[in-house]
Nanobody, 124 residues
Framework: QVQLVESGGGSVQAGRSLRLSCAVS????????MGWFRQVPGKEREFVAA?????????YYADSVKGRFAISGGNAQNTMYLQMNSLKPEDTAVFYC????????????????WGQGTQVTVSS
């Protein structure tokens, strides 16, 4: 069973940066794609970014974070990162790391493995 553990969340002021990490353990051969999602209470979980886990490193971002967030990492480190720059109050959410077997997708219901989430709070 693949296990994902997020870390790096916290509280920052608008305009600052945070880096989230997702440590991956278990049978990583079962992973083709990893992603970050976020959720605000009362709202649906939202796609943030995704990366192909192996050598081609294809990435894809939600329009709301493009140019501010960068996803990185892969099978060599067994860790995925999300560098978040120029944070805005609307980025406040619980951020989840996810993994799936299969091609990159933005649909959360197509990811098979999930972390427990880490809170990011951005104040104005």
């Amino acid at each position: 069973q693949v296990q994902l553990v997020e870390s790096g969340g916290g509280s920052v002021q608008a305009g600052r940066s945070l880096r989230l990490s997702c440590a991956v353990s278990g049978p990583t051969y079962a992973i083709d794609t990893m992603g970050w999602f976020r959720q605000v209470p009362g709202k649906e979980r939202e796609f943030v970014a995704a990366v192909s886990w192996w050598k081609d490193r294809i990435t894809y971002y939600a329009d709301s974070v493009k140019g501010r967030f960068a996803i990185s990492g892969g099978n060599a480190q067994n860790t995925m990162y999300l560098q978040m720059n120029s944070l805005k109050p609307e980025d406040t959410a619980v951020f989840y790391c996810a993994a799936r077997r299969g091609a990159l997708t933005v649909r959360d219901n197509e990811y098979h493995y999930w972390g427990q989430g880490t809170q990011v709070t951005v104040s104005s």
